[in-house]
């Protein structure tokens, strides 16, 4: 087979594959689905409702992961220059690290459980480690504020952060798929409303690649309607 023939069938299996594959971008959150989402947290019991409210804006206008969220500990703000810093290392021994670190051993056969666990907690990739304004908006803002009078870390797991998630969706009566990764892609989609632009946008959420924020940039449209706007308003 030439080569334009392997690449061309390579491409066609990519295509393929992407027809198939649901994306995290297709369970995006439209403003007033998330509007609902924050409006059923304050209908949960205390403290449950202030936990889910910042988990909520933490994945949804900060772009925190779930991880992120559940290993958050107030020393990671700084208040003066309003941002939130997400270390490269944070010491942790809670269940999911340890499960984490359980399995990293399995695949290593020099590498003990309690070995592993001492690189626990990190974000997912060197990228991740990266500094998050919090000051994008007041709600966001008080909302934070109001986790550090209680909370000086998340108190509750991993998993529950999932289960916060799910409760108010249900309550929210949102019909598409809510997790805390849908709402960290609603973050991603609504800077990309914004205008915000890929480098700045990738630095926000800890991409990697940058295609994934010019993916964002892309669906969103804000790009080639800005350009259109200045063509026909000269």
Not at 32 to 39: H, K, S, T
Not at 123 to 141: G, H, I, N, Q, Y
Not at 162 to 168: A, E, F
């Amino acid at each position: 087979m030439s080569n334009k023939h392997s690449e061309q069938s390579s491409w066609a299996d990519r295509h393929r594959k992407d027809l198939t594959t649901r994306h995290t971008h297709e369970d995006v959150l439209t403003d007033r689905e998330f509007e609902l989402l924050l409006e059923a947290c304050a209908s949960l019991p205390e403290p449950q409702d202030l936990q889910a409210r910042f988990i909520c804006l933490a994945a949804g206008r900060l772009g925190l992961r779930g991880g992120e969220i559940s290993h958050f500990q107030t020393n990671w703000l700084n208040w003066d220059r309003g941002i939130l810093r997400v270390p490269k290392h944070e010491p942790c021994t809670c269940g999911y690290c340890r499960r984490q670190a359980s399995q990293e051993a399995n695949h290593h056969d020099k590498l003990t459980t309690e070995e592993a666990l001492k690189d626990r907690w990190h974000p997912k990739t060197v990228t991740s480690a990266r500094a998050v304004p919090f000051d994008l908006s007041l709600r966001v803002e008080l909302c934070i504020e109001r986790f550090a009078e209680r909370y000086d870390e998340f108190p509750v797991s991993r998993s529950t952060v999932n289960r916060r998630v799910q409760t108010v969706a249900e309550k929210a009566d949102i019909s598409g798929r809510v997790y805390p990764h849908s709402l960290r892609a609603t973050a991603a989609s609504y800077h990309a409303y914004q205008g915000v632009a890929p480098v700045p946008l990738q630095a926000l959420m800890g991409w990697s690649d940058l295609a994934t924020a010019q993916k964002y940039i892309r669906i969103s449209g804000t790009v080639t309607a800005n350009a259109l706007r200045q063509v026909h308003d000269s």
